[in-house]
């Protein structure tokens, strides 16, 4: 199946490869990140604590094959849109937006990372009063923070002229940690209660 980006340039197979060589790799450390927070949100929808869902990539199909008639495969395929952020819902009565990301990095988080398009929305949820945030993973440490996505727009902002990352200093002092638990193991929701809780908060809250 050949998929292609609204730009029209070829998914490569290449780059799917290599995801798969790095989910194969993450699932010997323990789970991805989007692993856990996907295990979390099922937990949150079970226990009534919050409805959030991963966001579905939309797709425009061209080509099917019909090998048989019971049978159909899609043989080519447009991303129809550059997707957002990975994740949505309502909390507490307040609709949530955020992105997940993980870096191998020890003292930074790249904004390398994330894209324009991303940052563009998040600031656009800020300013309809909803809770933006990200979610960053220190993978050699096995720390998970949550940040308000105004601390990654000012930094995203002020790249050209300063550093092009996030340092990791500044997201333990501004963000929150999640805590480790078993159920579910990652609790990202505990961090954002942090956030609103302490003087670590939003301007929008």
């Not at 194969?24 to 450390?29: E, G, N």
Request: no cysteine; hydrophobic share 35%.
């Amino acid at each position: 199946m050949v998929f292609k980006y609204p730009n029209g340039q070829e998914y490569k197979p290449q780059a799917l490869v290599q995801r798969k060589l790095q989910a194969s790799s993450q699932s010997r450390r323990g789970m991805s990140l989007e692993a856990d927070i996907n295990v979390a949100n099922e937990y949150y929808r079970k226990e009534k604590i919050a409805v959030i869902y991963k966001k579905p990539t939309p797709i425009q199909i061209v080509d099917v094959d019909y090998p048989a008639r019971s049978a159909a495969r899609i043989t080519k395929a447009f991303f129809r849109q550059a997707s957002t952020t990975d994740y949505n819902g309502i909390y507490q009565g307040k609709y949530i937006d955020f992105d997940a990301k993980e870096t191998g990095n020890l003292n930074s988080f790249p904004l390398k990372n994330v894209h324009e398009h991303q940052v563009t929305h998040l600031q656009a949820i800020m300013e309809q009063g909803g809770l933006a945030f990200m979610i960053i993973r220190f993978t050699q440490r096995s720390e998970t923070y949550v940040i308000w996505a105004n601390l990654l727009v000012e930094f995203w902002q002020n790249q050209n002229v300063e550093r092009k990352s996030i340092p990791y200093k500044t997201i333990v002092d501004h963000g929150a940690l999640v805590p480790n638990k078993l159920q579910p193991t990652t609790p990202y929701l505990d961090a954002i209660d942090t956030l609103i809780q302490t003087e670590k908060r939003s301007p929008n809250l």
